[in-house]
């Protein structure tokens, strides 16, 4: 049975740091194991392998180095944690656009719609809210898909975002974030026979969401290169391989592609995106769209291009082909991460497959209504002429203005660096440099049992408080070394950062000569 | 493998009637289900199993009943569909407390603390929220557990509710509703071994979300009955019969309770949660007590005894054991279900087990922050001298005292009609009465192939507009039928229900003599 570990993700790091840190926490704990019903042999054997490396151990650490700061109990030499590692916006400094923070108290509290002489538009949107709310209550549960109203209009957002190509709101559903719609397509395609189990092709690097899903799920990774020497963009021949190495040892079902990329940062071409296409129609694979930075496009030339119009413009001959596009709350320039909020457009389900996702979505009843609220307002912000417009716009072009300018600086800083190479940043909320590692660090590394980059990253974290993720948390071909930083802190503090960074690089290549 | 058939849950009637459905909106479907990546016969076959009754087949037709009554279309002789299935309060008129919204308000939008004058109660419970948040705001991440401000408040809210018995927030963690929590505890206990799956002990009847995990995870269910005779009890000669049946054909390891009883309305008594502890610790069991009605207590001489404390109570023999408690925000007098929030108590996990548990919930991020606020204020509300007190307690109070009434009414009407009975709805939302269904009946429904209880069900929704869940949806004793309705229409509308039921069900005995 296919395993994660030929992904180069440090299965063990995580599990034994957090063991380690539970085991210090639980001192008092003196009951043996033997008597308890669960036990680390006898758990379920996909969560042990199941690895999350933007909350792992690094993460953890910075946590505790926090901690001790806050306390003043400390003995670092640096003030303050700068966390680069999670794509959380608010986290580090941006603020929530009013918008919709307005629409979504008003959707819970419809007292303050007066009282606060709430605009016009607020009132629309809660009321096409509200008006989807049994009782007229966001504390009603709601359709298991999402309220009829929001499908409609994310149905609309999708048509007009892909020049009018028809939407229908019936092959939306809303969901928890977009990880969440996530799982429960992969959900649909897992065969739950371990001698053939549903092959999924995912890009390397990638968001670990899809390892730890295809862990937790028990499916067959079939890992993809995405090619560095080229922008990170997809190579149909590396496609190719990955399914002849692979084809007869799982049923190979679907592609994930992740658009704009992460942790690379690439904004896929069309002719990239049409190649990807006719590769899976080939292949017979269903694809998963995970397209949640679409908003997030920043170097001059790129456009978002979504998988639906780029198949949309391809003829009958792939009109029918299976997809299934997310998008999410968390990212954009609302960066509402906390409200759990998303959705997914799934095209070309067979009828019957369509009516058992349809009654796997029941039996959690409904996403959250807040983040249906949050999801509302991303597919249907204010409109040239309503009252909150011109804030809005104000707020929106000075988020995607700072993140263009910290996307290029970023690009610039460590491409500047002697010992490190980065490609643009074209889209999204990182960096993924690769960096040169001294065989001495290298070799460190592996007498603690840590991948190099793992151990390049903790080292930078104990030194200079920078809390960054290391490349073998995403995939990356062997022997090479990377860490994806997010550009999300404000410009001064990213500017300190990396300069701080170039400082630690060049100390640190030198201390393992 | 084991499936559910054992267990009477109507195994094609959704699939069939929702495939109904969707091929009749996708008539224009011409496409060949050969051509498509994924089919009836290669999807998860998990996924195909899994049943929902409480959003299933009757409620979708409902809805269709519903939009014709909207539309003008019908031809029923009813103007109304009453929709007594799902515990939804505000869905059928309950108001929503103002100081939960007033917090939730205030977390996502805390302009309006000062600008509609909100008081110190409502600041007070936004502070310890948005301090617990980076960036100060609730569009952040926050740790994957959940706040730590709330997770202590949930500890002190256990503790008090107990008497005083430690409660730890290490062990709680927030989650996305009490279901969340429900699946990530038993995605702990799986063992992935097809050929030794993981048994998980269910009450008969029992809330589907447990037969449609076991079937979703691949799970071995091991169903014990509630004794009927006996106010829905748990019985432990028949725990044990379950327990012998089945302990050699799968690796048992948990037990669920739910108690209040959803569908039965029972609240145990002290001593049959002991009774089942010490069954438990016999038979090397992790307990997994949803007491998600705990609030819901109506029956004289009734309280509400947590298995932790009684857990706590019955000595060192016992001290170590596994148990999960589950509580949420959609239930009680507040009857938040849109927010989609809620704990986990777990005590006594292995810290290796619990290190893993941290793991996975990593990987979903965080529970959504608006839900985590509304849990913070189920647990934390106004205290007797804050402000908001004595309107909050005099809502409570008519809720709860509303609730009351209506069981004692539902109870009484239901025993008044020749050939049903009820158990005394104690606690929670429901009454299950068991129905005498007329052999003819009982024969034509075969025809239909349809369980009779669900015939018995969707007549009377086709002839009254009443929507309540048939009894083989939540499981009952063989030969056995019943349906479970809710108690929260308004009271006047429950009466009017219940007449209207009971003529209903003379003239069904009387056509099917």
Redesign the interface.
Same mark, same amino acid.
């Given at each position: 049975m296919q395993r994660l570990s030929r992904l180069r993700i440090p299965l063990k790091t995580? +599990?034994e740091t957090? &063991?380690g840190?539970?085991?210090s926490?639980?001192m008092g704990?003196k009951?043996g +194991?033997g008597?308890?019903?669960?036990?680390?042999d006898? /758990?379920?054997?996909?969560?042990?392998v199941?690895?999350?490396a933007? #909350?792992?151990p690094l993460v953890i650490r910075a946590g505790q180095i926090e901690e001790e700061l806050q306390k003043g109990t400390s003995k670092k030499l640096f003030n303050q944690v700068i &966390?680069a590692n999670?794509g959380?916006?608010?986290?580090?400094?941006? %603020?929530?656009l009013?918008f919709l #923070?307005?629409v979504?108290?008003?959707a819970?509290?419809p007292? /303050?719609l007066d009282? /606060?002489n709430m605009p016009l538009d607020v009132r629309d949107r809660v009321n096409r809210i509200l008006d989807g709310? &049994?009782?007229h209550?966001?504390?009603?549960? %709601?359709d298991?898909v999402g309220i009829d109203n929001i499908r409609k209009d994310v149905a609309s957002y999708i048509s007009k975002r892909d020049g009018g190509i028809a939407s229908n709101h %019936?092959d939306i559903f809303l969901c928890?974030?977009a990880?969440d719609g996530i799982k429960s397509i992969l959900?649909?395609? /897992?065969? $739950?026979e371990?001698g053939r189990q549903a092959g999924v092709m995912i890009p390397i690097p990638q968001y670990?969401?899809y390892t730890? %899903?295809i862990a937790?799920y *028990?499916a067959f990774p079939v890992p993809y290169y995405l090619d560095e020497a080229n922008k990170w963009a997809l190579d149909v021949p590396d496609l190719e391989r990955a399914v002849k190495e692979n084809a007869s040892k799982c049923?190979l079902?679907?592609i994930v592609v992740i658009n704009p990329g992460n942790p690379t940062g690439q904004v896929l071409s069309k002719q990239n995106i049409e190649d990807v296409i006719k590769f899976a129609k080939k292949n017979?694979?269903?694809i998963l769209a995970d397209e949640v930075y679409q908003h997030n496009i920043y170097a001059k030339g790129s456009e978002f291009h979504s998988f639906k119009k780029v198949l949309n413009s391809m003829g009958p001959e792939y009109a029918?082909m $299976?997809l299934a596009s997310f998008m999410s709350t968390s990212k954009g320039y609302?960066? $509402?991460? !906390?409200? #759990?909020g998303g959705y997914c457009e799934a095209v *070309?389900?067979?009828?019957?497959?369509?009516?058992?996702l349809?009654?796997?979505l029941?039996?959690?009843?409904?996403?959250?209504?807040? !983040?249906q609220c949050a999801i509302e307002v991303v597919v249907n912000p204010p409109k040239q002429g309503e009252p909150s417009y011109d804030l809005f716009m104000q707020d929106k072009n000075k988020v995607l203005g700072d993140l263009a300018t910290k996307a290029k600086m970023t690009t610039q800083i460590l491409n500047s660096i002697d010992g490190i190479t980065c490609n643009e940043v074209m889209g999204a909320m990182y960096a993924f440099p690769k960096i040169t590692i001294p065989q001495k660090a290298i070799d460190q590394a592996k007498t603690k049992g840590m991948q190099p980059d793992a151990f390049f990253c903790f080292e930078l974290l104990e030194e200079t408080g920078i809390c960054v993720v290391p490349g073998s948390g995403f995939g990356q071909r062997e022997g090479t070394f990377h860490f994806r930083t997010t550009i999300l802190p404000p410009v001064d503090q990213i500017k300190m950062m990396l300069d701080k960074l170039k400082e630690f690089y060049a100390a640190f290549v030198h201390k393992y000569k």
């Amino acid at each position: 049975m296919q395993r994660l570990s030929r992904l180069r993700i440090p299965l063990k790091t995580h +599990s034994e740091t957090v &063991r380690g840190f539970v085991k210090s926490a639980a001192m008092g704990d003196k009951k043996g +194991s033997g008597s308890r019903v669960l036990n680390i042999d006898n /758990m379920n054997p996909n969560v042990k392998v199941m690895e999350y490396a933007v #909350r792992g151990p690094l993460v953890i650490r910075a946590g505790q180095i926090e901690e001790e700061l806050q306390k003043g109990t400390s003995k670092k030499l640096f003030n303050q944690v700068i &966390r680069a590692n999670i794509g959380d916006c608010h986290a580090v400094g941006q %603020t929530p656009l009013p918008f919709l #923070r307005q629409v979504v108290a008003g959707a819970a509290y419809p007292d /303050m719609l007066d009282k /606060m002489n709430m605009p016009l538009d607020v009132r629309d949107r809660v009321n096409r809210i509200l008006d989807g709310c &049994r009782g007229h209550s966001i504390g009603s549960y %709601t359709d298991s898909v999402g309220i009829d109203n929001i499908r409609k209009d994310v149905a609309s957002y999708i048509s007009k975002r892909d020049g009018g190509i028809a939407s229908n709101h %019936t092959d939306i559903f809303l969901c928890g974030g977009a990880s969440d719609g996530i799982k429960s397509i992969l959900k649909l395609l /897992m065969t $739950e026979e371990p001698g053939r189990q549903a092959g999924v092709m995912i890009p390397i690097p990638q968001y670990p969401l899809y390892t730890a %899903t295809i862990a937790e799920y *028990n499916a067959f990774p079939v890992p993809y290169y995405l090619d560095e020497a080229n922008k990170w963009a997809l190579d149909v021949p590396d496609l190719e391989r990955a399914v002849k190495e692979n084809a007869s040892k799982c049923d190979l079902r679907a592609i994930v592609v992740i658009n704009p990329g992460n942790p690379t940062g690439q904004v896929l071409s069309k002719q990239n995106i049409e190649d990807v296409i006719k590769f899976a129609k080939k292949n017979h694979l269903f694809i998963l769209a995970d397209e949640v930075y679409q908003h997030n496009i920043y170097a001059k030339g790129s456009e978002f291009h979504s998988f639906k119009k780029v198949l949309n413009s391809m003829g009958p001959e792939y009109a029918g082909m $299976e997809l299934a596009s997310f998008m999410s709350t968390s990212k954009g320039y609302m960066g $509402e991460c !906390g409200f #759990r909020g998303g959705y997914c457009e799934a095209v *070309n389900l067979d009828p019957d497959v369509r009516a058992m996702l349809l009654k796997f979505l029941s039996a959690k009843l409904c996403p959250n209504v807040p !983040g249906q609220c949050a999801i509302e307002v991303v597919v249907n912000p204010p409109k040239q002429g309503e009252p909150s417009y011109d804030l809005f716009m104000q707020d929106k072009n000075k988020v995607l203005g700072d993140l263009a300018t910290k996307a290029k600086m970023t690009t610039q800083i460590l491409n500047s660096i002697d010992g490190i190479t980065c490609n643009e940043v074209m889209g999204a909320m990182y960096a993924f440099p690769k960096i040169t590692i001294p065989q001495k660090a290298i070799d460190q590394a592996k007498t603690k049992g840590m991948q190099p980059d793992a151990f390049f990253c903790f080292e930078l974290l104990e030194e200079t408080g920078i809390c960054v993720v290391p490349g073998s948390g995403f995939g990356q071909r062997e022997g090479t070394f990377h860490f994806r930083t997010t550009i999300l802190p404000p410009v001064d503090q990213i500017k300190m950062m990396l300069d701080k960074l170039k400082e630690f690089y060049a100390a640190f290549v030198h201390k393992y000569k």
